[in-house]
């Protein structure tokens, strides 16, 4: 009896120390800064707090109610486009207006294993993120132009594989699949994908980062596709971040690709800035290393570009828990991002705003951003709809970005749903996905006009090449080096 009493306070003092230990792991660290401090154009980066566990702030999604809608910003209404999708992720407009809405999720065996991948399951399960991919595409048709969906048809095919990315090419509905880029003849109006599909281009697939996105250039003869890291900071080794990290470019003419810029942790949204003709893109920084680190971005792309992923971030900070040796010189051409959105926010859609939109001269200038929202940051951050407002010479202004949908967060920190893209809908309405809600919302400026067209800067042209033959003679000056007696 006594050995029985014995072993059972032995348990029961383990059972406490382990849940005051779970307790402790859960608590996490709070911020210090305000959200606001963390974005635009120069963010306060506080001092790193690195972490062998993450802080954890999971938004339980409770769904949204009949008659439930997020809150727009003044002057603005918000409705249902379409309702009761499942994780409806990325869209696409096609010429006649239809709207294709990716059902999608992560393929299986996505991340990493051991505890780490046991508590990640965890984390996506309880956001609304761990079922099994649909693997679908949605036509939605609004016949009547009412601004509601009336129709819809879902398009199935086996050669779909955690679909994200979408683009409409000559005849050619393109796909950004987990691990490949693939297309089928389509034509608007079209509502099957038969046969099997032909692919464009391999790509890394599955990890952490599973999602693919497409966008054609203004010309339409070159498709970039983001690739994220497997992983946080290439712990796994960097071996595993072949082709990652990264935006690929693909030439249809020449039929080949190129890594277009790399050190971008995992880019998302992809847009055409239209006054500065400039590639832009969201991206989801690091984490563990605090509440308050690091602030995910928005920023343009170049040729070349590196952004410093997985050794630097924001330009000249050094990430020291990096165990591979960084490469030589990095800090000389390592760019700075245009605008911080926030840490642990989670950008992903990105929207120019264009002629044509009818949200109001309030919003006529800049770029509209989804935050799907935090799963590690204490208070959660993100979780709505935002824009960044941007001057005639096409660059983010210093100021805080705008709220234009918000209420997905609950004063209870539960979730109605998470934002997840945004684009706009052939009359001008702005579109917003909001996967674990399963609805796109519909958001206008009631009475607006359509917006001007926004007109590019001027291309300023090279100069014209020399005429074959001609010859450069330089001349030193009584100030000049050549003329100076050499020692």
């Known amino acids: 009896m006594f050995t029985i009493r014995k072993t059972l306070t032995g348990l029961i003092i383990v059972l406490v120390v382990l849940g005051l230990a779970a307790a402790w792991l859960m608590r996490g660290d709070s911020a210090q800064l305000t959200l606001d401090k963390t974005t635009g154009p120069k963010p306060e980066l506080a001092e790193a707090a690195p972490q062998w566990f993450p802080t954890i702030g999971i938004a339980k999604p409770v769904g949204w109610a009949a008659g439930e809608a997020p809150v727009a910003a003044e002057g603005l209404i918000v409705t249902r486009f379409a309702d009761k999708l499942d994780h409806p992720r990325t869209m696409t407009v096609l010429p006649n207006g239809d709207v294709l809405a990716a059902e999608t999720n992560g393929p299986a065996q996505r991340g990493p294993g051991g505890i780490t991948g046991l508590v990640m399951g965890y984390l996506l399960s309880s956001a609304g993120a761990g079922e099994a991919s649909p693997n679908k595409i949605v036509v939605l048709r609004d016949s009547n132009g009412d601004g509601v969906a009336d129709q819809r048809f879902e398009m199935s095919n086996p050669g779909l594989d955690s679909p994200f990315g979408m683009v409409l090419r000559e005849g050619r509905l393109y796909v950004g699949n987990h691990n490949a880029v693939v297309s089928w003849p389509f034509t608007p109006g079209q509502t099957t994908l038969s046969g099997k599909p032909e692919k464009l281009m391999d790509l890394p697939g599955g990890g952490n980062h599973w999602a693919r996105n497409l966008s054609l250039s203004p010309d339409g003869k070159l498709l970039y596709v983001t690739v994220g890291s497997s992983s946080n900071i290439g712990e796994n080794g960097l071996d595993k971040e072949k082709g990652r990290a990264a935006i690929h470019e693909y030439d249809f003419d020449r039929k080949t690709s190129r890594e277009y810029a790399e050190g971008l942790r995992n880019p998302n949204g992809l847009d055409w800035n239209p006054r500065s003709g400039e590639l832009w893109t969201t991206v989801n920084e690091r984490d563990m290393l605090g509440s308050d680190l690091v602030p995910d971005y928005l920023t343009n792309v170049p040729l070349g570009a590196q952004y410093g992923w997985p050794w630097v971030y924001w330009k000249k900070n050094i990430d020291?828990?990096?165990?591979?040796?960084?490469?030589?010189?990095?800090?000389?051409?390592?760019?700075?991002?245009?605008?911080?959105?926030?840490?642990?926010?989670?950008?992903?859609?990105?929207?120019?705003?264009?002629?044509?939109?009818?949200?109001?001269?309030?919003?006529?200038?800049?770029?509209?951003?989804?935050?799907?929202?935090?799963?590690?940051?204490?208070?959660?951050?993100?979780?709505?709809?935002?824009?960044?407002?941007?001057?005639?010479?096409?660059?983010?202004?210093?100021?805080?970005?705008?709220?234009?949908?918000?209420?997905?967060?609950?004063?209870?920190?539960?979730?109605?749903?998470?934002?997840?893209?945004?684009?706009?809908?052939?009359?001008?309405?702005?579109?917003?996905?909001?996967?674990?809600?399963?609805?796109?919302?519909?958001?206008?400026?009631?009475?607006?006009?359509?917006?001007?067209?926004?007109?590019?800067?001027p291309a300023t042209p090279m100069p014209p090449a020399p005429k074959q033959g001609t010859k450069f003679i330089v001349k030193p000056t009584m100030d000049s080096d050549l003329t100076k007696p050499q020692n």
Request: aromatic share 12%; no cysteine.
């Open 320 to 457: 020291w828990r990096v165990n591979d040796p960084m490469p030589r010189d990095m800090f000389f051409y390592v760019r700075k991002p245009e605008y911080g959105l926030g840490s642990h926010v989670a950008p992903l859609g990105l929207a120019f705003a264009r002629g044509g939109n009818l949200m109001g001269e309030r919003f006529a200038s800049g770029a509209f951003v989804a935050r799907h929202g935090s799963w590690n940051r204490k208070p959660l951050s993100g979780y709505d709809v935002v824009f960044v407002a941007f001057d005639n010479n096409g660059n983010a202004l210093p100021k805080p970005p705008v709220p234009v949908l918000t209420g997905f967060l609950t004063k209870d920190n539960t979730t109605h749903g998470r934002p997840t893209w945004v684009a706009f809908a052939k009359d001008g309405a702005l579109l917003v996905s909001d996967d674990t809600g399963g609805v796109i919302w519909r958001v206008v400026a009631p009475g607006a006009k359509p917006a001007a067209a926004i007109t590019p800067i």
